[in-house]
């Protein structure tokens, strides 16, 4: 069991503006003056395409005079905070009626002592605007490290289809009407696993203000698949955990996305690495240090013959390891440090085949030896099963011979953790 799990959140934030505008610039005179200085991000989900996804969600219909709210646990706390929405693929401005942030409660209720309104630019009701993001003014508010917050977003009219995370591992609640002040699940009838137009949540005047950030970014291994729903056992969440429990905390970000791949971008699994790195991992407040696993699917699909991805690119080791390098170049360009984690074992799923075992196999070599990533952990071979190198461990597998379980999370959680608490 998680033993931050059962902890029950606090506070997020009232919003912002648009996609790379200076915070200040949104927020009028006054609410600039009372504003503290020095935003974190404390949690994010990236961005995705409205489609079908893995399980049913409301990304493609959008929403319609309904109120939908989403429940997100931080990774460090603060004395203010602030909501950032995505509307990245929509090719329309999404009017928002309005917005409250409270402590979660249980499933979709909360804490009525908590109960917040949140303004955009002073107002209740904002534009999110067509291809970009919106962000809350602040409020003040105290929240720790491992609190979980609801935030519910009203929409009078139709948005049309909606910027959405598809894999939340975590349920988000609809309602019809305007129900974003009630503090009851009553109305709250229907549950996907998706996250829709919430991307970020940034904290102030915390404990760990100044620590840097550690952005995971990857695919469906630290997106969270074969980790138990609203359980928060993902491997970012067991990171932030694990520092935490050394002394050593640290916000941790999850910019995981399932399927995603790194060298092409996808209608159903994102854009592709090189395309989103700069908005999931450099633009994120605080950021300091970014954890790469990524490239099974660039493998693996064309094993697979994944119908959702169609035609795959048999991609070489050589093309693998050209996109860690632009990934490197890019982080370090922004002082930001890269640490490069080997493939996990993968053998018996359907992304394994011939040659998928002899890319995976140079590509891991690359990244022990490189010397190009600032640290490497190794999860290759230590997440393998005794006597078979390529297989994953069987007390770490979900079942599908590619995605661990919680336990598996656990201990990737650790390796990592190891390596950072030694980096330089």
Excluded: C
């Excluded at 050394?246 to 994102?270: E, F, K, Q």
């Excluded at 690359?366 to 997440?383: G, K, N, P, Q």
């Amino acid at each position: 069991m998680n033993p931050f799990a059962a902890k029950t959140g606090t506070a997020l934030a009232a919003l912002m503006i648009t996609l790379g505008a200076p915070a200040a610039a949104a927020v009028p005179a006054q609410a600039r003056a009372e504003r503290p200085a020095g935003w974190q991000a404390a949690w994010m989900a990236a961005p995705q395409r409205p489609s079908t996804g893995f399980e049913p969600n409301w990304s493609e219909e959008g929403f319609s005079g309904q109120s939908v709210r989403q429940v997100v646990r931080l990774t460090t706390g603060g004395s203010s905070l602030r909501v950032r929405l995505s509307n990245d693929y929509g090719p329309s401005a999404v009017r928002l009626t309005g917005a409250t942030l409270a402590y979660a409660g249980r499933g979709a209720s909360v804490r009525p002592e908590s109960m917040r309104r949140l303004t955009f630019a002073g107002a209740e009701a904002a534009d999110i605007p067509a291809r970009g993001s919106l962000a809350s003014d602040p409020v003040r508010l105290r929240v720790q490290p491992f609190q979980s917050v609801a935030v519910t977003l009203y929409f009078a009219g139709t948005t049309g289809p909606a910027t959405f995370h598809a894999q939340a591992y975590a349920g988000s609640y609809r309602a019809q009407g305007d129900h974003r002040t009630d503090t009851t699940a009553d109305a709250f009838t229907q549950v996907t696993h998706s996250w829709y137009y919430l991307s970020g949540v940034d904290v102030t005047g915390g404990n760990d203000q100044g620590k840097d950030a550690v952005v995971a970014f990857g695919d469906s291994i630290t997106d969270g698949f074969g980790s138990t729903t609203d359980a928060d056992g993902r491997y970012p969440d067991e990171l932030a955990e694990q520092l935490a429990a050394r002394g050593r905390a640290r916000p941790v970000l999850n910019a995981g996305i399932g399927g995603n791949l790194l060298l092409h971008d996808s209608a159903w699994y994102g854009d592709g690495s090189a395309a989103r790195f700069r908005r999931d991992v450099l633009d994120q407040p605080g950021v300091g240090t970014v954890v790469v696993l990524q490239g099974v699917n660039d493998i693996g699909f064309s094993e697979s013959d994944t119908p959702t991805y169609k035609p795959a690119p048999v991609v070489s080791a050589d093309e693998l390891i050209g996109g860690y390098r632009r990934l490197i170049r890019l982080a370090h360009a922004k002082g930001v440090k890269v640490v490069g984690a080997t493939l996990l074992p993968f053998k018996r799923s359907d992304h394994w085949g011939e040659h998928a075992a002899a890319v995976s196999d140079a590509v891991n070599q690359w990244i022990r030896t490189s010397r190009e990533y600032d640290a490497v952990v190794d999860l290759d071979r230590a997440m393998a099963a005794p006597g078979d190198a390529d297989l994953l461990n069987p007390a770490y597998d979900s079942g599908d011979h590619l995605h661990p379980n919680d336990a598996g999370y656990t201990v990737m959680a650790r390796l990592i953790a190891d390596e950072l608490t030694t980096m330089r």
